[in-house]
């Protein structure tokens, strides 16, 4: 499913009358985009997410209301700083192994990228946590990929070789702030956390 695509038009019916997995990479990016652009929306998500589910249609009015400005919100801030968030470089990684589905795709690189903004002191635990936790509902993946860290570690190298400038972490919920690439012992720290420590990885 391509997003914007997808909310072109969107209305309850469109939204009820989805293939299931579109329903839920639709809920995985609002996540995202509240996640990084606006609290208030994702506390919105966080109070209502049973609801979602449920596809309640009081709900879902709301919900296309607000995702809809937020989406816009979230193309204009990229088009005038031309700084992105670095869950970008993650979610084309995880997209390129082929091994899977794009909400999840969407739900791992929010996470990484969350344990990321923690661990270099940009956002509390307890923050890391509750954006973590808030995918769950949606049963989408946010850690145990059976794969290999150092496999993702590689790709993650060689798509920031070329990489010049800043991106951007989470400084708080909602918002974000410009920084360097993070030191990589962290992001391999991150892509650890996600994966499945186990000796049922993958064979390479």
């Known amino acids: 499913m ?3 695509e997808y909310l072109k038009n969107l209305d309850v019916n469109k939204i009820k009358n989805s293939d299931p997995k579109d329903f839920i990479t ?8 509240g996640a990084l652009y606006k609290a ?5 998500l966080e109070n209502n997410n049973y609801e979602m589910i449920a596809q309640d249609e009081e709900i879902l009015e709301h919900f296309i209301k607000e995702l ?8 204009e801030d990229v088009n005038e700083s031309n700084t992105d968030f670095i869950d970008n470089i993650f979610y084309t990684i995880f997209k390129n192994t082929g091994k899977f589905q794009e909400a999840d795709c969407i739900s791992l690189s929010l996470v990484l990228m969350s344990f990321i903004s923690f661990k270099t002191d940009l956002i509390t635990n307890e923050e890391y946590l509750e954006i973590r936790d808030l995918l769950v509902p949606y049963k989408v993946m946010i850690s145990q990929c059976k794969i290999n860290p150092d496999k993702l570690f590689k790709m993650y190298k060689e798509s920031v070789s070329d990489f010049e400038g800043n991106t951007k972490l989470i400084s708080k919920l909602g918002k974000g ?3 360097a690439l993070p030191d990589e012992s962290i992001i391999l720290e991150g892509l650890k956390e996600i994966t499945y420590d186990e000796k049922s990885w ?3």
């Open 40 to 44: 208030k929306f994702f506390m919105w």
């Open 68 to 75: 809809i400005a937020v989406h816009k919100k979230a193309e």
């Open 177 to 179: 702030v410009e920084v």
């Open 2 to 4: 391509k997003t914007a």
């Open 26 to 33: 639709l809920m995985s990016h609002a996540l995202r985009l």
């Open 202 to 204: 993958e064979k390479e």
